[in-house]
């Protein structure tokens, strides 16, 4: 099991841009495939981005796709949501998620996961 504690959210204007970042515990975080996640008021929680253990593989929901950057920093147990031309639509409480693996995949589905954190806020103003 790892602890996730994300943090970055807050409130910006649409077209700006904001970082999020997650902590992970432990010393096995090369072990863990990550994710993105975000759910806005009265929806469910959809899938973001992804990212294999190794960082080599990355995945994006169509909707974020030239403008979010998923990325993680293994000497600092820390993957990384870069959100650039943000959008009132982006506005929702992002999560973060990890899975053990011993493949070079990414995971899509919140199901595949199994640590999350405890969310961070974004609202994206117009």
């Known amino acids: 099991q790892v602890q996730l504690v994300e943090s970055g959210g807050g409130l910006v204007q649409a077209g700006g841009s904001l970082r999020l970042s997650c902590a992970a515990s432990g010393r096995t975080f090369s072990s863990y495939a990550m994710g993105w996640f975000r759910q806005a008021p009265g929806k469910e929680r959809d899938f973001v981005a992804a990212i294999s253990r190794s960082g080599g593989s990355t995945y994006y929901t169509d909707s974020v796709k030239g403008r979010f950057t998923i990325s993680r920093d293994s000497a600092k147990n820390t993957v990384y949501l870069q959100m650039n031309s943000l959008k009132p639509e982006d506005t929702a409480v992002y999560y973060c998620?990890?899975?053990?693996?011993?493949?070079?995949?990414?995971?899509?589905?919140?199901?595949?996961?199994?640590?999350w954190g405890q969310g961070t806020q974004v609202t994206v103003s117009s």
């Open positions: 998620a990890a899975r053990s693996t011993y493949s070079n995949y990414y995971y899509t589905t919140g199901g595949q996961y199994e640590d």
